[in-house]
């Protein structure tokens, strides 16, 4: 039997880092985790899965404390306006994905 071609290779991910977003800027968030490789591993989860729409977006990984515990926010960047932002949610929720719209700090 032939062989199966190989996938293509993925896009390489864009990554912004949170302390490089200006004020207010429109994120959404998809997730928090407990390590930022959780984190990175849903991002690939989600965004293979909805590949067209994480067009032109980064990914934001925020590491944040409440509660005397450490966790990592998963955020999306790149959006021009909340209104895109909250279709882009809109759309992963649709879909059965977990999303808020949030804002940078």
Do not use: H, M, Y
Not at 90 to 103: M, R, Y
Request: aromatic letters at 6%; charged letters at 20%; a neutral charge.
């Amino acid at each position: 039997a032939p062989e199966a071609a190989p996938a293509p290779p993925a896009a390489p991910v864009q990554r912004v880092a949170p302390n490089a977003l200006a004020s207010g800027a429109p994120l959404v968030q998809i997730g928090a985790f407990d390590s930022n490789a959780l984190a990175e591993g849903e991002w690939d989860r989600i965004s293979g899965k909805n590949g067209s729409l994480f067009s032109g977006k980064a990914q934001v990984i925020q590491e944040a404390q409440s509660g005397g515990r450490t966790f990592w926010r998963l955020r999306v960047a790149g959006f021009d306006s909340r209104d895109e932002a909250r279709q882009f949610c809109a759309a992963l929720v649709a879909q059965g994905t977990d999303c808020i719209p949030a804002t940078a700090q």
